[in-house]
């Protein structure tokens, strides 16, 4: 069997198996799972996972438990089946983000832990990219794929049709009854020398006023960080709205 490759920009996969290692097994749902690479590793460390992509015929890790899902729709799962729910660079290519988490609350258990990646749209090399030239890292292109492959082109034929802000995905979590452990970076951006520090300076003033009681927003994670890792909890009487 061919070895199956992995989409997740470099080190977020390695960041969540050594959180899932630290977990109890259990039942993990995997959207999208894409060729099945982190499915793979994490039934190698015990969990009995479950495959969801829009297209089946992609996945190269097949067990038993494989199902064609778009994360625009409702997922074919039934409610409380899982303890884990992880979504890898699957966000920005949706139309809805609050959709989706609403189901990945639906499909959860009490308790059960939810793992959501995105790139980082916020680092101050990004907000400087949008001032200077009007799109930000990773959302270069809006507009459909062309070729063979959804997965051969650079970050701009992705299809990243939805950027999604720290704030934002803080306040869809909240709503659907989840509650933040942490939120991680995969590694820090390529720093532009010239007048950096002086730019994160003044970032960081700025943005305290406007957000002292949540600290996060002027961390070395969100100003530097390339890729975003959530990992929330659903409170056990959480909110279905």
Known sequence: M??????????TKELILGYMEKNPRGAVLD??????????????????????????????????????????????FRDGSFDYVVCIEGVEHIENPHHLVR????????NGCLIITTPNVMTIKSRLRFLFCSYLDYFRYFGPIKGESRFVFEEYDHQHINPVFYGEMKHILTKYGFS???????????????????????????????????????????????????IARKNSTGSDD
């Open 103 to 110: 189901e990945c609350s639906r499909l959860l258990k009490g």
């Open 2 to 11: 061919t070895e199956p490759k992995s989409y997740a920009l470099s080190g």
């Open 31 to 76: 959207i999208p799972s894409g060729q099945g690479a982190f499915s793979k590793d994490l039934e190698e460390m015990g969990f009995t996972v479950f495959l969801g992509d829009l297209d089946v015929s992609n996945i190269l890790y097949r067990n038993s438990r494989v199902a064609q899902a778009d994360l625009n729709h409702n997922l074919p």
């Open 180 to 230: 933040i452990e942490k939120v991680e970076k995969n590694k820090t951006v390529k720093k532009w020398r010239l007048m950096y520090p002086v730019i994160k300076s003044i970032i960081r003033h700025k943005t305290r006023k406007r957000f002292p009681r949540d600290p996060f927003y002027v961390s070395d994670t969100l100003l530097d960080g390339e890729d975003l890792i959530f």
